[in-house]
């Protein structure tokens, strides 16, 4: 698919996606309300669009375990690693989930919008994302449609069924309602995971800032944050229980995340490690992981030389000018012990 991002994201820049906003700004009052948004809530029909590195994984997992849950795709977008690892990665999951030939797996954007640079984040992933894990091949291979058009396509046949659990980086959806504006009434609601409560860039708002602009100001209703960081964090102990499984799922959890538990704690002081995907997972799969909402309406900074890529909300303080409606529902308290018990059912499976 040949795209021209330059072309199609500059009138969205712009301006136009200030008029898609109109209808939901005739509908609501001006300002950041404490009532929550509608919720996502008895969901079914999810897309995955990640970028595999361990946390990506173990969500992965999560879903294509989950009884109430259809995966009906799997997209990649650009973020944590080299762009081919990471559908190396999804593949390898959904072969240790059990579900080879029965999700499929699509390419699809490979870079942000335009193309900027973005660090990655090996760091905390491993070279190849997945710790300390060799990733094998597998026998699936990926679907030949390309991610954008399998999103389009897969919304335009369930409208408002389709929840969109977004992993890593916004393009692959950014460039789907770039394409087909009018999916955004479709689409039941977009999950993404990003932080909103730090004064540093989220990475997967850093990774395609311009994408990130397109979807909060396309009208599809979303939901970010993910509660405190103590509500997703698996301790040393935590990691202990899942060793005891001895299954091939908690063997891949141990070797592939036992990098992240590490540098959490000596890089971050945290008192374990923090797992974002997975909490926006378990709050897909039984909604009551997510215990407390905001309204609010959300910017991202699409310049500066170390603010670019920074989610911003609240009142124009210093200019008076009136808050635009609410458009996205921030998580500010979860369950650490729900998500846990749904980590443990997922991993604890043979």
């Given at each position: 698919m040949?795209l021209?991002?330059?072309?199609l994201?500059g009138?969205?820049?712009?301006g136009s996606?200030?008029a898609m906003?109109a209808s939901r ?14 919720r996502?809530?008895?969901?079914r029909?999810i897309?995955?669009?990640t970028d595999?590195?361990n ?8 879903a ?12 990649v ?5 080299r762009?081919?690892q990471e559908?190396k990665?999804a593949?390898y999951?959904v ?12 390419r ?18 491993g070279p190849?994302?997945l710790?300390q ?7 699936q291979?990926?679907?030949p449609?390309h991610a ?5 396509r897969i ?7 389709v929840v969109?659990v ?10 789907a ?14 999950q993404?995971v990003?932080?909103?409560q730090s004064a540093?860039p ?8 311009e ?6 100001n396309?009208g599809v209703?979303l939901?970010?944050g993910?509660?405190?960081p103590l509500?997703?964090?698996l301790r040393?102990?935590d990691f202990?229980?899942i060793?005891?499984?001895?299954t ?5 959890f ?6 992240r538990?590490s540098f959490e704690?000596?890089a971050?002081?945290?008192p374990?490690?923090v797992?974002?995907?997975p909490?926006?997972m378990?709050m897909?799969?039984?909604?009551a992981?997510?215990t407390q ?8 900074e ?16 210093y ?5 635009p409606?609410a458009n996205?529902?921030l998580?500010i ?6 998500f846990?018990?749904?980590l443990?059912r997922a991993l604890?499976?043979?």
């Amino acid at each position: 698919m040949e795209l021209d991002r330059r072309g199609l994201l500059g009138s969205v820049i712009a301006g136009s996606a200030a008029a898609m906003m109109a209808s939901r700004a005739s509908a609501a009052e001006p300002g950041v309300s404490d009532t929550p948004l509608p919720r996502l809530l008895n969901n079914r029909r999810i897309i995955i669009d990640t970028d595999p590195g361990n946390d990506d994984a173990v969500a992965l997992l999560m879903a294509l375990d989950a009884p109430n849950l259809k995966v009906e795709a799997i997209t990649v977008c650009p973020g944590n690693i080299r762009y081919d690892q990471e559908v190396k990665n999804a593949l390898y999951v959904v072969d240790l989930a059990g579900r080879s030939g029965q999700v499929p797996v699509h390419r699809g954007m490979a870079q942000p919008l335009l193309n900027k640079p973005y660090a990655t984040s090996t760091f905390i992933h491993g070279p190849d994302g997945l710790g300390q894990f060799a990733v094998p091949e597998v026998r699936q291979k990926p679907d030949p449609e390309h991610a954008v058009d399998a999103i389009r396509r897969i919304v335009k046949r369930y409208p408002g069924e389709v929840v969109i659990v977004a992993l890593g980086g916004l393009t692959n959806i950014a460039m789907a309602l770039l394409m087909e504006p009018g999916i955004a009434s479709l689409i039941k609601g977009v999950q993404w995971v990003a932080g909103i409560q730090s004064a540093v860039p989220s990475f997967n708002a850093m990774v395609d800032p311009e994408a990130v602009h397109i979807v909060l100001n396309s009208g599809v209703p979303l939901t970010l944050g993910l509660g405190t960081p103590l509500s997703s964090t698996l301790r040393p102990a935590d990691f202990d229980h899942i060793k005891t499984f001895d299954t091939p799922r908690s063997r891949f959890f141990m070797k592939s995340n036992e990098l992240r538990l590490s540098f959490e704690m000596s890089a971050r002081n945290a008192p374990g490690s923090v797992n974002g995907d997975p909490i926006a997972m378990a709050m897909i799969i039984d909604p009551a992981v997510a215990t407390q909402f905001k309204a609010i309406y959300a910017r991202v900074e699409l310049e500066g030389e170390y603010t670019r890529g920074t989610l911003l909300y609240g009142e124009n303080r210093y200019s008076m000018k009136p808050t635009p409606p609410a458009n996205a529902n921030l998580c500010i308290e979860a369950s650490n012990e729900a998500f846990k018990a749904i980590l443990f059912r997922a991993l604890s499976r043979g």
